[in-house]
């Protein structure tokens, strides 16, 4: 049977709670896990779509049908995002504008390219300088968090203080990509993170 969003009625006057942000996140990497989960509040609560996906389609499908059985709706604050690394890859390109299409219902997906430690970088003075790869974004933040590794705790208080320095940033990088005539979510529009679009909804 064909996935996809169906929009539910409801009555959304007796339902009151705190508003929801859905994420699918790479379920190979816990880097996202720990750093979303900062984001908890007396107001929003954050959960994460099921499965192990690491592929941009299959989280789309995911995120959609998590969206659906947590009965989310957008008129109460909920939002739902997929949250993916670009990898510098033509064929991740191909993959997240399938993506795209998949949860435009319901959210968008939010791309960090080539992976999340962009978003990171973006807490610290700007370099907007490309990368080859995932590893030399990482080697670059290690630089300002030498002891920085995949999946570690507490990456949210470590750059707490710093979140409008990084919305900035990124929004910077955007305009520099778009600048030299790149196309958002294609591989080569990096360095890059829409990361704080997720944050300005929180």
Same mark, same amino acid.
């Given at each position: 049977?064909?996935? #996809?969003? *169906?929009? !539910?009625? @409801?009555?959304?006057?007796?339902? =009151?709670?705190? %508003? +929801?942000?859905?994420?699918?996140?790479?379920?190979?990497?816990?880097?996202?896990?720990?750093?979303?989960?900062?984001?908890?509040?007396?107001?929003?609560?954050?959960?994460?779509?099921?499965?192990?996906?690491?592929?941009?389609?299959?989280?789309?499908?995911?995120?959609?049908?998590?969206?659906?059985?947590?009965?989310?709706?957008?008129?109460?604050?909920?939002?739902?995002?997929?949250?993916?690394? #670009?990898? *510098?890859? !033509?064929? @991740?390109?191909?993959?997240?504008? =399938?993506?795209? %299409? +998949?949860?435009?219902?319901?959210?968008?997906?939010?791309?960090?390219?080539?992976?999340?430690?962009?978003?990171?970088?973006?807490?610290?003075?700007?370099?907007?300088?490309?990368?080859?790869?995932?590893?030399?974004?990482?080697?670059?933040?290690?630089?300002?968090?030498?002891?920085?590794?995949?999946?570690?705790?507490?990456?949210?208080?470590?750059?707490?203080?710093?979140?409008?320095?990084?919305?900035?940033?990124?929004?910077?990088?955007?305009?520099?990509?778009?600048?030299?005539?790149?196309?958002?979510?294609?591989?080569?529009?990096?360095?890059?993170?829409?990361?704080?679009?997720?944050?300005?909804?929180?």
């Amino acid at each position: 049977m064909k996935r #996809g969003y *169906v929009a !539910k009625r @409801r009555n959304t006057g007796n339902r =009151k709670r705190k %508003r +929801i942000i859905l994420l699918a996140v790479e379920g190979n990497n816990k880097t996202e896990t720990n750093y979303f989960r900062g984001f908890n509040s007396k107001d929003t609560k954050i959960i994460f779509a099921s499965g192990n996906d690491t592929d941009p389609i299959n989280m789309a499908n995911s995120l959609v049908e998590d969206y659906t059985s947590n009965d989310l709706d957008s008129e109460l604050g909920d939002a739902a995002f997929c949250v993916v690394d #670009g990898d *510098v890859s !033509k064929t @991740r390109e191909n993959q997240i504008l =399938k993506a795209d %299409r +998949i949860v435009q219902k319901i959210g968008s997906v939010i791309v960090s390219n080539p992976c999340v430690e962009v978003w990171f970088l973006c807490h610290f003075p700007l370099s907007s300088g490309q990368f080859k790869s995932s590893k030399e974004a990482v080697n670059r933040l290690k630089e300002h968090i030498p002891e920085y590794e995949k999946n570690m705790n507490g990456i949210y208080d470590l750059l707490e203080d710093k979140q409008d320095l990084a919305i900035k940033n990124a929004r910077t990088l955007e305009h520099i990509n778009e600048n030299v005539g790149r196309k958002l979510h294609h591989y080569d529009y990096q360095p890059s993170t829409e990361i704080y679009k997720i944050i300005n909804i929180i």
